[in-house]
T-cell receptor, first 115, second 118 residues
Framework: AQTVTQSQPEMSVQEAETVTLSCTYDTSENNYYLFWYKQPPSRQMILVIRQEAYKQQNATENRFSVNFQKAAKSFSLKISDSQLGDTAMYFCAFSLTGTASKLTFGTGTRLQVTL | GAVVSQHPSWVICKSGTSVKIECRSLDFQATTMFWYRQFPKQSLMLMATSNEGSKATYEQGVEKDKFLINHASLTLSTLTVTSAHPEDSSFYIC??????????????FGPGTRLTVL
């Protein structure tokens, strides 16, 4: 079974600064998908960024980027130029590649962006 | 595109009654739908996976007779909480996945339903 660990329950960052959220996972599979989801106070789950394990290049989406270290089974999220609207819960998630695969979520990191 | 809706967004019911929550994929055909439960300040816990026209697959520890899931069409899945009790109060989220929608097996999430059982 796969597990996802987020070791930072809460983090705070000032507006316009950069913050990195940590995520580690455990799997014996060689190919899989990794995701970061954002859950703002509205509780709507929003996909922030995704990475396929066999792609060595780190994914980037505007101000969001990941540092994917496959050997270390680490998948951290970097948010640059933090904005007040980035305040949310952030969940790291893992999925195998089969079409019937489920998402395994980490416990989440609550990010507060301050003025 | 890839919008998933849930209805109702919020429901209050009396203990012992049943409540039905609908999950619809509005602009794609959802071959697989997932139901999650989320307690305050906690992560999403997968309850069950349903494929259109098939019986749902429940996760270990989830009572299938209490949480009835029906996926009768490619755009609709329902979760019925039977004989609800206060401990069933929670936030229920559905997600949907369509065939041929990209390479990441991406799930598209509904906005959630807050259930309060008095």
């Amino acid at each position: 079974a796969q597990t996802v660990t987020q070791s930072q329950p809460e983090m705070s960052v000032q507006e316009a600064e950069t913050v990195t959220l940590s995520c580690t996972y455990d799997t014996s599979e060689n190919n899989y998908y990794l995701f970061w989801y954002k859950q703002p106070p509205s509780r709507q789950m929003i996909l922030v960024i995704r990475q396929e394990a066999y792609k060595q290049q780190n994914a980037t989406e505007n101000r969001f980027s990941v540092n994917f270290q496959k050997a270390a089974k680490s998948f951290s999220l970097k948010i640059s130029d933090s904005q007040l609207g980035d305040t949310a819960m952030y969940f790291c998630a893992f999925s195998l590649t089969g079409t019937a695969s489920k998402l395994t979520f980490g416990t989440g990191t609550r990010l507060q962006v301050t003025l | 595109g890839a919008v998933v809706s849930q209805h109702p967004s919020w429901v209050i019911c009396k203990s012992g009654t049943s409540v039905k929550i609908e999950c619809r994929s509005l602009d794609f055909q959802a071959t697989t739908m997932f139901w999650y439960r989320q307690f305050p300040k906690q992560s999403l816990m997968l309850m069950a996976t349903s494929n259109e026209g098939s019986k749902a697959t429940y996760e270990q520890g989830v009572e299938k007779d209490k949480f009835l899931i029906n996926h009768a069409s490619l755009t609709l899945s329902t979760l019925t909480v039977t004989s609800a009790h206060p401990e069933d109060s929670s936030f229920y989220i559905c997600s949907a996945r369509g065939s041929g929608m990209g390479i990441y097996n991406e799930q598209f999430f509904g906005p959630g339903t807050r259930l309060t059982v008095l």
